[in-house]
């Protein structure tokens, strides 16, 4: 029977880290009487975690009621988790993410050092894995193709495969990452007004579109590199080619790119488009020319939404990325024609809660964890 004791333990001990994550800081009593487990049993499996650094005992319970409290247990937070590369247009960030969900920018590097460019990045995670005990690594897909372009994901895939295996001979867990699945997996586990939902629909607008779903109670994972909705077609007569080899995709009418070619006419560098983007948020306000573009664009987002709200019945859309920074006006809009052509009634569609900067890093950093616990309660 040794494999039903092995897997009642490992789901308790699963039950016991839910609770944790869910609750935060909580005594050993109250685990007990949550889990409906053993004060003894409470006892031995949070050791074997204590004795694995995923728990760490918190400051004393701070009550006014006299008697003594227990101490609270809680995942240790300093506990490094996962190393996280994401690659900007024109920076790649290493941030180091822990089991409470949070991370920390360890290093930032231009793409403008090119000279013994490998050899900065070698240093980089040298410094790292030097100081941190990371067993996974997680690089965000790029969002736009416009890197250079001999630094590939493969390069830094077999760079940082090859300077792990040197330092610790043996493989590390790589994974690339969507980043609509990631912004899916953020906003869930920050902002609790979805856990009501079971069928939600992301929209991460930047420069293109990426979308994530979670349906019918579950991520829905893709392989590899991500198919999505910005790839449904919204204008049939379009002769507008996109880079996925189609015409008249959503996301060239709703990626901020549209917004970016209507507005000012001619190209602009990827590293400028940002600012450019913020510039004409704050001119719509007095400027006719902005303004009634930017009702355009809701209208051209507000066409995908109904799509996917109209063929996947879904509860809840957020929207988020660059679409962040938008005034609320824009996203009552999207609301409004949305729900003036859906099928079903009591759809929200709200705006994201966290800034286009960190949402998808925070989604890899919560992504990080499960995989570890995944590892975690198997051995
Ligand atoms: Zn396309």
Redo the contacts with the bound molecule.
């Keep these: 029977m040794k494999t039903n004791h092995q897997s009642m333990r490992e789901k308790n001990t699963q039950m016991l880290i839910n609770l944790l994550k869910e609750n935060g800081p909580m005594s050993k009593a109250a685990l007990s009487r949550k889990t409906n487990l053993a004060a003894s049993s409470v006892t031995r499996l949070t050791q074997e975690l204590f004795d694995d650094s995923i728990l760490s005992l918190v400051d004393k319970e701070k009550t006014e009621s006299a008697g003594r409290k227990g101490d609270l247990i809680y995942l240790n937070v300093k506990k490094s988790v996962s190393l996280i590369i994401s690659f900007n247009v024109d920076k790649i960030i290493f941030d180091v993410s822990y089991l409470d969900g949070s991370f920390r920018e360890i290093k930032i590097v231009d793409y403008e050092k090119t000279e013994g460019f490998e050899k900065v990045i070698s240093n980089v995670l040298d410094d790292i894995f030097s100081s941190n005990k990371i067993g996974i690594i997680l690089l965000l897909e790029p969002s736009n193709l416009s890197l250079r372009s001999d630094l590939s994901l493969d390069i830094m895939l077999s760079l940082v495969r090859k300077i792990f295996f040197d330092k610790f001979k043996k493989e590390i867990k790589i994974k690339i990452l969507d980043q609509g699945i990631l912004a899916l997996i953020a906003e869930m586990n920050l902002s609790k007004d979805l856990s009501v939902d079971n069928n939600i629909g992301y929209v991460l607008i930047n420069e293109k579109v990426n979308t994530g779903l979670f349906l019918n109670g579950q991520v829905i994972k893709k392989n590899g590199y991500g198919y999505s909705f ?2 449904t077609t919204i204008d049939i007569k379009s002769k507008k080619l ?5 015409r008249g ?1 959503w ?2 009418y709703a990626g901020v790119n549209w917004l970016l070619d209507e507005y000012y006419g001619d190209k602009i560098k990827d590293e400028e488009k940002f600012q450019k983007y913020i510039k004409l948020l704050n001119r719509a306000n007095q400027e006719s020319k902005a303004n009634e573009l930017l009702r355009k664009y809701a209208y051209n987002i507000a066409v995908g939404i109904i799509n996917m709200v109209n063929s996947l019945g879904l509860d809840a859309v957020v929207v988020g990325g660059y679409i962040y920074n938008v005034q609320p006006w824009v996203i009552n809009e999207i609301e409004q024609i949305v729900l003036s052509r859906s099928i079903k009634d009591n759809i929200r569609i709200r705006s994201s809660k966290i800034s286009p900067a960190k949402i998808c890093r925070y989604g890899a950093s919560f992504h990080a964890i499960d995989l570890f616990f995944d590892d975690y309660l198997k051995k």
């Design positions: 910005g790839h996109c880079e996925c080899g189609n995709c996301e060239l």
